[in-house]
């Protein structure tokens, strides 16, 4: 064709295998290994400066073992359609199992994660039986059960748990050297919240991750097409489970110490808040609903904070209704983003890329 250059324009996929790449754009993969590079530069000090403090490296320590767990009611939730109100009860299983591991048994730390990550998805997958035969709201009952049953062995275990003592867990250590402060056990958060994204990425690509979305499509057609129901069913709450454990272990391994009253159903809300916001099905807005969850707290303080310091801060009426607004925005933020954003964070900044990558003509 006269004045064809033959120039390129755009990312253009000619086989199945180009087009189910873990990411979609050379441009993505590009910000997001920047990105990986960047948090990792985050706790280093240059010139004996630190230019992300110590309560920015707390938070992204939570957000980090928080969003692994959020990933894993994802699986469940977004990825299988499957219901289930008991995730903090097994995100609580599996800190208490590497405690033990490494308390009783005097396994390595790095060790004794993985396996009470192992441990837990045992327990998931037997919990997670009545989705082979229930769905709906009955299936959300027989989880509330698993949040209550767990609940009630972390308090009697005194052999596994410490009971309503709790129990200790010793830092994360490697080749004999612990990581005791923040800034070092920022980078066993990373890598874990990569390898784990990562690997739940990849799941989606393969025949058993297309699996789980049939179920949740069409679990009658999915039927019709050989797929395993029940087998698959009991599967996302194994790996769902796998995922709150390896949580679990970094959150106990981070505090150093255990305790009952830490997994509650109030915990589970908040995970599906997580998920809710973030986007159901999406492995990156699951992060992005993390961030939120943990974020928004300590916005609000912050704004309650300065209003307490100009004139409006005189007045108990104004004050005392900000206080109770911080313990409510978790739930606000939850029926705002259900009513005006159903699709989550990772739907809005799907348009906002689209927007921007044909302006001026998004028409």
Known sequence: MAGNTGTRCGDFKTSYAADTTLFATALSRNATLLGIVLLALAPLSFAGIEPVSDYWIALLIQIGYLGIAALGLNIVVGFTGQISLGHSAFFGFGAFA??????????????AMPLAGVMTTAVGMVFGIPAARIKGLYLAIATLASQFILQDFFA???????????ALAAPFSLFGWELRTDRQYFYVVLVTVVLLYVAAGNL????????????????????????????????????????????????????????????????????????IIGGLG?????????????????????????????????????????TF???????????????????????????????WRLYPFSY
């Open 98 to 111: 590497s405690a033990w591991l490494n308390n009783t048994f005097g396994i390595p730390v790095v060790l």
């Open 156 to 166: 009697r275990a005194d052999w596994f748990t410490g009971g309503t003592a709790g």
């Open 204 to 275: 989606l690509r393969t025949r058993d991750g297309r699996a789980l979305v049939a179920v949740r499509d069409h679990y009658l057609s999915a039927e019709v097409m050989g797929i395993n129901l029940a087998k698959y069913r009991i599967l996302s709450f194994g790996i769902s489970s796998f995922y709150a454990g390896i949580a679990g272990a970094l959150f106990a391994h981070y505090l150093q110490y255990v305790s009952v009253e830490g997994f509650d159903l109030l915990l589970s809300i908040q995970f599906l808040g997580m998920i």
């Open 282 to 322: 999406s492995v990156s807005g699951t992060l992005m609903g993390t961030a939120f969850m943990v974020l928004l707290p300590e916005a609000m303080g912050g704004i309650i904070g300065a209003l307490q310091q100009t004139e409006w801060g005189n007045i108990p009426a104004i004050t005392q209704g900000l």
């Open 325 to 355: 607004l911080k313990q409510a925005a978790i739930g606000l933020a939850i029926v705002l983003f259900l009513i005006f954003e159903p699709d989550g964070l990772a739907h809005r900044w799907q348009l906002i890329k689209s927007y």
